[in-house]
């Protein structure tokens, strides 16, 4: 995770909110992964849980009041810290494939909530993954909701030296504010041209013409210009620090969490046996269709551990705004 999030709570006015979302948004993507060859990921399972958390920096780790704590308790991560970035996500739905996701920072009364499900195809020579569903920031001190979508990626030369770029046209939105932004990721072109440009507009209702523009490389340096013409770094995703997520260790984690159903592919893995890991993956994925069989056979309904379907979004069940009303 980056650090840029750690700032937009504590902007007071609206625009400079909207600015900070907008670099902190364009800032995530650098750091999906490390390395220019694209690899196979793992698939999820069904009822598959990912759990981590982020101590933010220059925070101090001051125990906080009992309120704080029942916070956190009962949250997505309950051994985090009150000023920490805690995230769950879990696969509510295996046909068609959805993740709902789930973020907060008590100390900054902030919550992202989101699901989306992917829609892949064959282009040639690449293969495109669309991201559909959307993510949704709260700002509970601002009774403020920021709604965006995901760009798409591509995993281009499938046949020859596979790398990655992302592409397509998204929107931040903030209805209560009045602000939004349009922003480009725009895929290389066949001849010439540069690989991983992103271009951002900034607007407000009020506007004619948008107040911000961004642009530059989504894994590189981006540049903000001022309506007068004048520019200078927005991010620069080159030199920005990044925070490691920190989990519980392997032996102390639940059985649906990612690294324990996963364990003994990643260790064939790491041990370079090819082999090893295709049979673990098949035995997981093996054991998820007898799964299957046996609740179709008996009846017995799927259900999420975590999240809950309202309309077409999958809902975290105690999001943060709904435990601070409780204590």
């Known amino acids: 995770m980056t650090t840029c999030h750690d700032s937009i ?3 007071s006015d609206p625009r400079d ?3 900070a979302i907008i670099r902190y948004y364009l800032s995530a993507f650098h750091s999906a992964r490390k390395g220019a060859i694209a690899k196979k990921p793992y698939n999820p399972i069904l009822g598959e849980v990912f759990r981590c958390y982020w101590d933010l920096p220059n925070q101090e780790a001051a125990p906080c009041e009992e309120s704080g704590k029942k916070l956190v308790e009962q949250g997505p991560v309950p051994y985090a810290r009150y000023n920490s970035v805690t995230f ?4 509510v739905s295996h046909h ?3 993740s709902g996701f789930y973020a907060e920072c008590p100390s900054k009364r902030m919550y992202v909530n989101g699901s989306f499900w992917t ?4 282009l040639g020579l690449s293969l495109g993954v669309n991201f559909i569903g959307s993510v949704k920031l709260h700002l509970l001190d601002y009774d403020e909701v920021y709604e965006a ?5 591509y995993a281009r030369s499938i046949l020859t030296v596979p790398w990655m770029e992302m592409g397509g046209k998204c929107v931040i939105s903030c209805a209560k504010t009045g602000y939004s932004a349009d922003i480009d990721f725009q895929c290389k072109p066949f001849y010439g041209g540069k690989k991983h440009q992103v271009v951002a507009l900034l607007n407000h209702v009020s506007e004619k013409k948008p107040f911000m523009k961004v642009e530059g490389e989504w894994n590189g340096v981006m540049y903000m210009e001022h309506p007068n013409g004048d520019k200078e770094v927005f991010v620069d995703t080159l030199t920005l620090p990044t925070i490691r997520k920190k989990k519980k260790k392997l032996d ?3 059985s649906e969490e990612s690294q324990v159903i996963w364990r003994d592919v990643t260790s064939a893995l790491r041990n370079r046996d090819i082999q090893a890991a295709t049979a673990a993956k098949h035995a997981v994925e093996n054991q998820q269709r007898a799964e299957a069989r046996k609740r179709q056979e008996t009846g017995e309904e799927w259900k999420q551990r975590y999240f809950e379907l309202e309309g077409e979004e999958w809902m975290f069940k105690t999001p943060l705004n709904a435990r601070l009303a409780q204590v």
């Open 119 to 122: 829609k892949s195809k064959f």
């Open 88 to 91: 769950l996500a879990e696969q």
């Open 9 to 11: 709570a504590d902007k």
């Open 96 to 98: 068609p494939p959805v």
């Open 149 to 153: 979508n995901l760009p798409s990626a």
């Open 17 to 19: 909110r909207m600015i």
């Open 252 to 254: 102390a984690q639940e």
